[in-house]
């Protein structure tokens, strides 16, 4: 090699509903390469292998230079959207087998009077209950009976489970009843798999930890199976890193520990889009940020605040409530495949049907015949002067305009007011979803930039800020693989928790010192485990109410106040929190602790994208196409994004194409691209 450094690739993969992504950084030269890829539904894993291959040949990838390979996948979630997992059986206590069923007694829409609930993922006829008794203390009262285990298992074998969930009343306090059953049915049928409900999420309240477990062992086989023909495929491929799995709450863990804690993972691929949106942000010193990814059949929306992506717990995952820790994510149907259609009332509709990859959106020439969202930014002239999807996709007109034609004709309207209204009603779609989360987090979004990723965000984004009153909206280089990105910037995340019940006073204290030891030590072994030698960054936090409440908030905690027993300084961040969120505290008003919840987490490795200086000058279009502009088509300037160079600057009307997005820009706003790449977009009114 002659002294000469050797050659590094770093890679982050995030499979969507209709492409998978790949960013990839080779960090010698600090190159960054860029990919997409369609997805193939009936052979899931197979994109994978074509993308690293088409990486290979267009940009010299070796696959045994890859350090460091970051996966993201839909696996987990589609399986439960399409219920398409195991076959589940619940054993709990006797008496308590209708717990998932009643759930808490809150219909999905409670303003619907034709609303139902959902079908659980496991039927009643697969719930046992089995008798025994953990005292809410922690103190047994009656063991469980090995009979009724028995014969639960060989009903549940005989109905066709093969996996079995174990979740009994006050494992949080005391699990060795969950222990003990789920070793007498090891040594059963030890063909089935089990999960205990406290292995999975230990907290209070047994409809939470029971969905929870349930959740993770629904999708466990599917997943498990796939994370192992990944680590197959790459070991065969060449590929020396051990693969790295995107979680929902925006960290990373080994693929070993995905195929056991599945759970973790459902919402990975939103919650990478976000981190990598965060990383973005504080690049470009933006603060407060609203974050867009619109995809093929689905869009999503984040906020950033002070350069952080907020967490929860209560994420939807399709019809179920998700209680883990996750990127805090609002979604809504609508998508760049959303197919329009004209219901029996003779009302333009969007989504939330999607075309998805095959047959996709009619321009594609794939099969495609109904309009979609896409389609109708194709007939008005924003999309369609370029390929897509890094070339694998080459947009067809003349199918776009026939299927919305058909629209146009049931509405007695011409087409390109038709094609308009289409895009009209998608940006009221995600108008609305973003009023309900501003609500809810308190906030302005005028107050906010918009940062719109994803394959049809910048498409959308511009247009969708103007009805906000946003004067801000900042594309990133590479909008498209956003996601992809997240992962390959994200850091080691591991999420633990203790429920700790009690009024917050001095004698809760030996319990909370106990318990945010104990999860210490968890988390360092934890971080240990996953081979990370450098500091960890420990961050404590507690699900805290005021007494009568029945809904606890979650407050962050100093270690100090912990190490120094200072209930003060936590009632005063709890006060504060309360405050912040419901406009109201109550300072004499008695607390209640619920949980102790900590976050440890592993800083990956620096990363160092390339930047340039800026030279501001006037940006040159390649050529002018016709866009249709308030109701009337006119040449409008088509830029190069790739050809635009820091410091560049111009005016709408504009489209700016790329390998795996198109930016529409409208009148009244100025561009302008900083050292980094980024396209800012501000009003010029």
């Not at 909206?473 to 390959?488: D, T």
């Amino acid at each position: 090699m002659g002294g000469e450094e050797a050659t590094d690739w770093k890679i982050g993969v995030d499979i969507g509903g209709t492409f998978i992504d790949f960013c990839a950084l080779e960090t010698r030269a600090g190159r960054v390469a860029t990919l997409k890829v369609l997805t193939t539904p009936a052979n899931p894993g197979a994109e994978l292998m074509t993308g690293l291959a088409l990486l290979a040949e267009r940009e010299g990838l070796a696959a045994e230079t890859v350090t460091r390979f970051v996966h993201g996948t839909t696996v987990g979630i589609n399986t439960i959207l399409q219920r398409k997992g195991a076959a589940l059986a619940l054993f709990t206590n006797a008496g308590f087998e209708d717990v998932i069923e009643l759930a808490r007694l809150r219909m999905p829409d409670v303003y619907s009077l034709f609303c139902s609930r959902p079908d659980q993922l496991v039927g009643r006829d697969m719930i046992f209950g089995i008798p025994g008794r953990m005292r809410a203390d922690g103190r047994e009262e009656t063991a469980p009976d090995r009979s009724a285990v028995a014969e639960a298992v060989a009903a549940a074998k005989t109905k066709g489970a093969v996996g079995i969930i174990v979740s009994f009343l006050h494992a949080w306090r005391n699990d060795e009843h969950e222990r003990a059953v789920k070793r007498e049915i090891a040594s059963l049928a030890p063909e089935l798999f089990t999960f205990t409900s406290a292995e999975v999420w230990p907290v209070i309240r047994e409809y939470e930890r029971t969905t929870t477990a349930i959740l993770n062992g629904y999708v466990h086989p599917r997943v498990s199976v796939y994370l192992a023909a990944l680590e197959e495929r790459l070991a065969a491929h060449g590929v020396g890193a051990k693969a790295l799995m995107t979680k929902s709450n925006g960290g990373l863990m080994n693929a070993a520990e995905g195929k056991r804690n599945c759970v973790s993972m459902l919402l990975s691929g939103t919650a990478s889009g976000v981190i990598g949106t965060a990383w973005l942000a504080r690049r470009a010193g933006e603060n407060r940020v609203l974050t867009l990814d619109v995809g093929g059949t689905s869009s999503d929306f984040a906020l950033i605040i002070d350069g952080e992506a907020q967490f929860g717990t209560g994420e939807s995952i399709g019809e179920f409530p998700l209680y883990i820790p996750s990127v805090s994510v609002s979604s809504i149907g609508l998508g760049g495949g959303s197919i329009a259609s004209v219901d029996a009332s003779g009302v333009l509709r969007v989504g939330p049907e999607s075309a998805g990859s095959s047959p996709g959106p009619a321009c594609y020439g794939l099969g495609g015949e109904q309009a979609t969202l896409t389609d109708a930014m194709v007939v008005t002239g924003w999309l369609g002067h370029s390929d897509m999807a890094y070339g694998q996709l080459a947009i067809d007109r003349e199918p776009a305009r026939a299927a919305v034609s058909r629209l146009a004709e049931a509405l007695r309207r011409p087409l390109a007011e038709t094609a308009q209204a289409i895009i009209d009603i998608a940006v009221s779609e995600l108008f609305v979803e973003v009023e309900k989360l501003a609500s809810r987090a308190g906030v302005d979004p005028s107050e906010f930039t918009l940062l719109p990723f994803g394959g049809g965000g910048p498409m959308l984004g511009v247009f969708l800020a103007r009805e906000l009153g946003m004067a801000r909206v900042l594309v990133p280089p590479r909008p498209g693989v956003v996601s992809a990105l997240g992962g390959l910037v994200a850091d080691l995340r591991g999420d633990f928790i203790r429920t700790v019940f009690g009024d917050l006073s001095a004698d809760l204290l030996p319990a909370m010192h106990e318990a945010s030891a104990a999860m210490a030590a968890e988390a360092r072994a934890w971080l240990a485990a996953h081979g990370h030698r450098g500091a960890a960054d420990l961050r404590f936090s507690a699900d805290m109410r005021y007494g009568g409440q029945s809904h606890e908030i979650e407050t962050a905690l100093a270690s100090v106040w912990l190490e120094d027993d200072d209930v003060t300084a936590i009632a005063r961040a709890f006060h504060g929190t309360h405050l912040k969120l419901f406009d109201f505290c109550d300072e004499s008003s008695r607390i209640e602790l619920v949980n102790l919840r900590l976050a440890a987490i592993g800083a990956g490795p620096t990363l160092d994208f390339p930047d340039e200086e800026e030279v501001a000058a006037p940006a040159e279009p390649e050529r002018y196409v016709p866009v249709s502009v308030s109701g009337a088509e006119r040449p409008v300037a088509l830029y190069r994004r790739d050809s635009l160079r820091p410091g560049c600057h111009f005016r709408g009307p504009a489209v700016v194409a790329q390998e795996d997005t198109t930016t529409a820009i409208p009148p009244g706003m100025a561009a302008r691209v900083d050292r980094h790449g980024n396209l800012h977009l501000e009003s010029a009114e």
